[in-house]
């Protein structure tokens, strides 16, 4: 069955980085594409980024843009979001989010981001 | 960016009765090319992360109860509870993938009266 297992959450001060990872299993991983949606404590979703199946496109929202990088590893079946510059209003958790046939199918559990000082 | 607007923020239903919640989005997400709406809703129970209900407007995931029907072209767009039953308090979200960003609405908070 479809798994996404997020790791790497963690408090982080505003400024510094921190990377996130997904680790998918269940599906043909090179053949699909990933996205990192996040939902601040008591909010509702935000989508942040989306890699393409090859790695070649990637795409995020505005307020993350410049700041967070995306990739993948389809030998290793990663996805990763590298933070940079962090601001308290990153702190969220991050779910992977798998795409189906243009749909985002199914979602990972998440990992919790804590942006203080 | 494409605005996704839900109604009513919240609603409380009794059990076995009718839940509508309602979705409008800024612009049309009816692509021409394929006439399919690119609009999906979500189900989100405390502690889980979301569940697909709904692709394309109207088709419901496999293994999703038939209670659950999604509706509507366009810019306005329907998910109706036939019969709301306990296990449904949830959050409910519609999302459009018709272009990029994918935006959400802001949810609705399913409650039993």
């Known amino acids: 069955q479809v798994q996404l297992v997020e790791s790497g959450g963690g408090v982080v001060q505003p400024g510094r980085s921190l990377r996130l990872s997904c680790a998918a299993s269940g599906f043909t991983f090179s053949s699909t594409a990933m996205h990192w949606v996040r939902q601040a404590p008591g909010k509702g979703l935000e989508w942040v980024a989306a890699?393409?199946?090859?790695?070649?496109?990637?795409y995020y929202a505005d307020s993350v843009k410049g700041r967070f990088s995306i990739s993948r590893d389809n030998s290793k079946y990663t996805v990763s979001l590298q933070m940079n510059s962090l601001r308290a209003e990153d702190t969220a958790v991050y779910h992977c989010?798998?795409?189906?046939?243009?749909?985002?199918?199914?979602w990972g559990q998440g990992t919790l981001v804590t942006v203080s000082s | 960016d494409i605005v996704m607007t839900q109604s009513p923020d919240s609603l409380a239903v009794s059990l076995g009765e009718r839940a509508t919640i309602n979705c409008k989005s800024g612009q049309s997400v009816l692509y021409s090319s394929d006439n399919k709406n690119y609009l999906a809703w979500y189900q989100q129970k405390p502690g889980q992360p979301p569940k697909l209900l709904i692709s394309w407007a109207s088709t419901r995931e496999s293994g999703v109860p038939d209670r659950f029907s999604g509706s509507g072209s366009g810019t306005d767009f329907t998910l109706t509870i036939t019969s709301l039953q306990a296990e449904d308090v949830a959050v409910y979200y519609c999302q459009q993938y018709y272009n990029t960003p994918r935006t959400f609405g802001q949810g609705t908070k399913v409650e039993i009266k």
């Open positions: 989010v798998k795409e189906g046939v243009v749909v985002n199918d199914f």
């Open positions: 890699i393409s199946y090859h790695g070649r496109d990637q």
